[in-house]
């Protein structure tokens, strides 16, 4: 499953030279994706199995896996960005939303089957929350842990993407 959103933004630049106008119409698109990937579901009487297969299914390399449980209720996890790193988050058991942010636009995706992943992007805030009773949240993550590759506060991810002056959450 694939879902995108197009932001169509416009600049229009004018040019002096020898008494000549030049005049450029620049054009870009912002595109903010939200990919779930299906893995594969081996049904069976005795119980179901699914697998993940790094570059395979995951479109990474993976470097490291963590798992979040036992959540309280009303928390919240997450609330930061990554400059390098990507992950692919799956509900092991039990669900939660996951909301998005390039910057541009704000999506939130509800994670509930263990045979789906969200795949999120460098430079993109992710928070988690609304965690059901024994939910389990297995994250892959395409680097090792590095203190500097996390952005913690929200004006800060906004100027490193290039969105300075832009209001915060």
């Keep these: 499953m694939f879902a995108a ?6 600049y229009q630049i004018n040019i002096v030279f020898n008494d000549i106008i030049l005049c ?8 903010m994706k939200i990919r779930i990937i299906d893995l594969p579901k081996i049904t069976d009487p005795r119980g179901n199995l ?17 798992w979040v ?14 400059k390098r790193l ?16 390039d910057g541009y636009e704000r999506q939130t995706v509800l994670l509930n089957h263990p045979w789906q992943g ?10 988690l929350d609304d965690f059901s ?20 506060d929200y004006d800060e991810f906004l100027a490193y993407i290039g969105r300075d002056g832009v209001t915060g959450k």
């Design 5 to 10: 959103l197009f932001l169509l933004r416009c």
């Design 118 to 127: 969200l795949l999120i992007d460098v430079n993109t805030w992710r928070t």
């Design 50 to 66: 699914t697998f993940a297969e790094a570059r395979a299914m995951v479109p990474f390399d993976i470097k490291r896996a963590y």
């Design 133 to 152: 009773s024994g939910a389990v949240c297995l994250v892959l993550a395409s680097e090792h842990y590095e203190e500097d590759d996390y952005i913690y």
């Design 24 to 31: 450029f119409v620049c054009r870009y698109i912002i595109i």
């Design 86 to 101: 990507q992950q692919f988050v799956v509900a092991l058991s039990g669900s939660f939303h996951v909301t998005l942010d």
């Design 69 to 82: 449980y036992d959540v309280p209720g009303g928390e919240s996890r997450g609330g930061h960005a990554h």
